[in-house]
């Protein structure tokens, strides 16, 4: 088969088309003819040398994909050949095959072309995993989402709606607030000029948000801890503000607030198989009835990868970014 490789770290002109072994599936696993794939923030750390796979995991970027299943390994059940399938990768999905652990395949769901459907799994999993299962958003509860025109951002956002949650968000143009507008977001602030802890105060009576989800990291912990309620949850899930910043426990202690990070690539199966079976039951059924819909920036064909990061890196989209295969018609 061909996939998307990186002989050395760099540039996206560092990705390389180029033909490689074809997967095999092994005990538990289903093999699938990638339809299309997604461009997630980390494929470009990867591809700069800065986030290897995890041990066991294909070397190619590309952390979801969609499909049809074109064998199924030993052990693997719930699964045929000829299924349309999307699912959540630890690697692998620039490629024309890839095997994929049957707990991590989700069916395209009902109104979804196969090729949209790559847009799903990732923000989806993040998403659900993060708002709900550790933060535990509730109805009538405040969720700040940073970033909120990213592939993550759109998904929060529709999945906050849909659960009866107010919606403030963070964006870094008119343009891209309009469209978080678009998907529901209640509270629209500009990053680049306004202070996002004011104008979250303001929205919410000066109590503030219940849950935040972030993508920045470092630079932004110790005004998001200001901008939380009390009892208010924190869920980190990006680093592109930096690593290291100062954490005020008694500001914490104060409003008996929690702070939580994670990552969902390294996670065991069994922890990876949980998050997306929870992902079908709570979120499929929102986007069967078109409560919850994958937004698309951009289509674009496998072999233009490269252009797929520049576009990333300009943060110019608004949602995700897709890849085709051969297998997309």
């Not at 074809?22 to 591809?47: I, K």
């Not at 052990?75 to 652990?101: H, I, R």
């Not at 509270?187 to 948000?209: C, M, N, P, S, W």
Request: overall charge negative; some cysteine; proline content about 7%.
């Amino acid at each position: 088969m061909h996939a998307i490789t990186i002989p050395e770290p760099g540039g996206p002109e560092a990705l390389v088309w180029a033909e490689v072994p074809d997967p095999v599936p092994g005990e538990g696993e289903v093999l699938v003819d990638v339809a299309a794939t997604a461009v997630n923030r980390a494929d470009l750390l990867q591809r700069q040398g800065f986030y290897p796979p995890p041990p066991g995991a294909p070397v190619y970027p590309g952390l979801e994909c969609s499909g049809r299943v074109a064998a199924v390994g030993p052990g693997a059940t719930g699964w045929a050949v000829g299924d349309e399938v999307c699912a959540l990768l630890a690697g692998g999905g620039y490629a024309e095959k890839v095997a994929v652990p049957a707990g991590q395949l989700l069916p395209v769901p009902n109104g979804v072309d196969v090729v949209t459907a790559a847009a799903l799994p990732e923000v989806a999993a993040t998403v659900w995993s993060n708002v709900f299962m550790v933060a535990h958003l509730r109805p009538g509860e405040t969720l700040l989402v940073h970033g909120g025109a990213s592939g993550i951002g759109t998904m929060a956002i529709q999945l906050g709606k849909a659960v009866g949650a107010r919606v403030a968000v963070t964006a870094g143009s008119p343009d891209k607030l309009a469209r978080c507008a678009e998907l529901g977001a209640d509270v629209l602030i500009d990053y680049r000029e306004q202070d996002f802890v004011q104008e979250v105060r303001k929205a919410t009576g000066g109590a503030g948000a219940d849950v935040i989800l972030d993508i920045i990291g470092a630079k932004y912990l110790e005004r998001n801890v200001e901008a939380l309620a009390v009892n208010g949850r924190l869920a980190v899930i990006g680093l592109q503000g930096g690593r290291k910043a100062e954490l005020n426990l008694g500001a914490l202690l104060a409003k008996r607030a929690a702070v939580t990070a994670t990552s969902l690539r390294g996670r065991p199966l069994t922890e990876k198989a949980a998050i997306v079976a929870a992902v079908r039951e709570h979120v499929w059924p929102l986007v069967a009835a078109g409560a919850v819909r994958p937004v698309v920036d951009r289509v674009l064909p496998m072999t233009a990868a490269a252009e797929a990061h520049r576009v990333l890196e300009d943060s110019t989209h608004v949602g995700k970014v897709l890849l085709t295969g051969p297998s997309a018609s």
